[in-house]
């Protein structure tokens, strides 16, 4: 065994058996939720785009199991895996992405715009790189604040190009922000691969260029990204600025749901879902820290019957009514 | 040779001749060529919802896939065609001209007049306009009232196949910069198209249904709707003449002048918010202009001023339909002025 990775063997054991449990229950929300829409999708029951994240789950969870509710995250497009990762409620997600009474948003923004700011979730966004900014100011407002709080922001490999990201890496540098700007390298934006829409093969690159520390962690291995945004999270709260931090992981569904993804080397999906699944990754190590196989199948379940759950309630969910299409444009007007 | 083909196709067509006929014209934009390089099947997406589709099979490099950095790319376009090549770059959807507004607004449009009228920008932009398809609040707008409120900028939107190939062909030959919206609910929409190349004028509107009693006057995804509340204002005995102005900027007033002082009410619709829109523009030049032929106040259709909802009932009840249309002419017809 490697020195690294008997070092990270030694940094598994040290985590707590439910701090492991608590990640895994949610990364088998996250995968389940998302298989579950692209099973919907296809009966035409869920309305509008869905950009679903199955198998980038570890990146989400690794990152947000160190954080707090008072700690503030700006998602993207694909942003159900953040919402469930900081601990949105998934029936009220459910309810938001079929557009009904009691989601989570009131039906009015969808899969692209959930939001829950009593979690510290800034939102989805249909803007490519439009949480960067945002996040500069959630950074602002934490630092302000003085309690070690810091905010998070996720973009893919094609969507941090976007000038609101650059420009949000050089405010955060030069105000010293506690701020993560986390790249989702999955490979494509939509079906254009990473190497025709950015300039590096690596975003650490980026962030030399910002005088940013960062760090590169393969971003299906839980434990891997867990340890890498720990230390630089806990560097943030101590009051030192913005890091970078790039997950390199794999993307299992199209674009988003309608995407044959095609353009994709024939047998790559196959193969990521096969050798590459972060979920498979995690119950091996886990099995290894002396986590029973038994546990993790009763959380299956109870993962299994929550999403069943969350599907029959929106079904039976009413629909908006048509009064509030006017409601929540101001606060005064 | 005339078929039926959609709309989506027309503006495939009329990009693919003119990239036949001049050899220097550039196609940029988000996967508009899409998957090349990838390692697997190149030419799959044709932008996001395939308009291009076909056109990197056939022009190679003149098909441009640019990383998604609008900003950029959409300003390279604008000093692309400065600088003489010509280019049509497309910004998905037109929500997304937030990321590279200035390009335009104050590059693009105010270029060739701060340089006293040196300049020269044969550029398109190509983008998807309006609401319908569970979009939600940032994938559905229609901002077509703020580029026609720029000198410098030409704006076209069309309502039927026909129109946007002629439309089309003329934006790519015309030399200063265009805003072409494309009303994406219309994309599957079907009719006859010429198979040879032809342009439409920009400044000429199209009386879509010529009628006695009131105009309706519209443009883009509103034209269809309005011509069903013509269908059904013909069984009530009502004759309503439907103009769709297909461009905004320059904007066909004689047209419209003419069916009011011949109908005597005006009702004008837009698909956008009701402030400062395309129909409270053309209530406001009829109302000055011809005043006196005005038999009843002139009516306005518009969404409500609220952000495009995502729940599907509720963005039903924001889209104008018909309905509204009818009604607003049942005012123009109950009032007298
Ligand atoms: C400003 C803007 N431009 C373009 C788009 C369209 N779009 C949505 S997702 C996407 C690709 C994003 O790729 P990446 O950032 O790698 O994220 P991934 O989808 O892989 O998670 C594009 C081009 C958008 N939503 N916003
Ligand atoms: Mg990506």
Known sequence: MSHDKKEQHAYNASIPHDTVLSAYRRMKTIRMFEDRLHEDFKTGNVPGFAHLYAGQEATAVGICSHLTDQDQIASTHRGHGHCIAKGVGVVAMMKEIYGRQGGICNGKGGSMHIADLKKGMLGANGILGAGAPLACGAALADKLAGQGHVAIVFGGDGGVNEGAVLESMNLASVWKLPLMFVVEQNGYAQSTPQQRTTSVSSYEDRAKGFGMPAATVDGLDFFAVYKTAGALIQKMREGHGPVLLECRTVRFYGHFEGDDQVYRPAGEVDDARKNHDCLKLFAESARNMGISQAELDRIDHEVAELIDRAVQESLKAPHPALSELHDGVYVSY | ?337
Not at chain 2, 203 to 208: E, F, K, T
Not at chain 2, 230 to 257: F, Y
Not at chain 2, 311 to 318: D, I, M, Q, T
Request: with cysteine.
């Open chain 2, 1 to 337: 040779m005339t078929r039926h083909i959609t709309l989506k196709s027309a503006i495939n067509e009329a990009l693919d001749q003119e990239m036949a006929r001049d050899p220097k014209l550039l196609l940029f934009g988000q996967d508009t060529a899409g998957g090349v390089g990838a390692g697997g099947v190149a030419d799959t997406w044709g932008g996001v919802l395939g308009v291009t589709k076909g056109l990197y099979t056939k022009y190679g490099d003149r098909v441009i896939d640019a990383p998604p950095t609008e900003m950029a790319y959409v300003g390279a376009a604008v000093g692309a065609a400065l600088s003489g090549v010509p280019v049509v770059a497309e910004v998905p959807f037109i929500d997304f001209m937030g990321v590279c507004f200035d390009q335009l607004l104050n590059q693009a449009a105010k270029i060739r007049y701060m340089f006293g009228g040196t300049a020269e920008i044969p550029l398109v932009i190509r983008t998807m306009v309006g609401a319908g398809i569970n979009g939600a609040a940032q994938h559905s707008q229609m901002l077509t009232a703020m580029f026609t409120h720029i000198p410098g900028l030409k704006v076209v939107c069309p309502s039927t196949p026909h129109d946007a190939k002629g439309l089309m062909i003329e934006a790519i030959r015309d030399k200063d910069p265009v805003i072409f919206c494309e009303p994406k609910f219309l994309y599957e929409t079907s009719g006859a198209v010429p198979a040879d190349p032809y342009t439409i004028p920009f400044g000429q509107a199209r009386i879509a249904k010529e009628g006695r009693d009131v105009s309706i006057v519209t443009y883009g995804p509103m034209v269809p709707r309005a011509l069903e509340a013509a269908s059904q204002l013909e069984q009530k005995g009502i004759s309503a003449e439907v103009i769709d102005l297909r461009t905004l900027s320059p904007l066909d007033r004689t047209t419209v002048l003419k069916s009011v002082m011949k109908t005597g009410r005006l009702v004008a619709a837009d698909e956008a918010h009701p402030r400062c829109n395309i129909a409270t523009d053309i209530v406001a030049q009829v109302t000055e202009q011809c005043f006196t032929s005005l038999k009843a106040a002139p009516q306005m259709v518009s969404a409500p001023h609220t952000p495009v909802p995502f729940s599907p009932v509720l963005e039903k009840a924001y889209i104008p339909g018909a309905e509204q249309i009818i009604a607003a002419v049942s005012r123009t017809m109950a009032s007298h002025a």
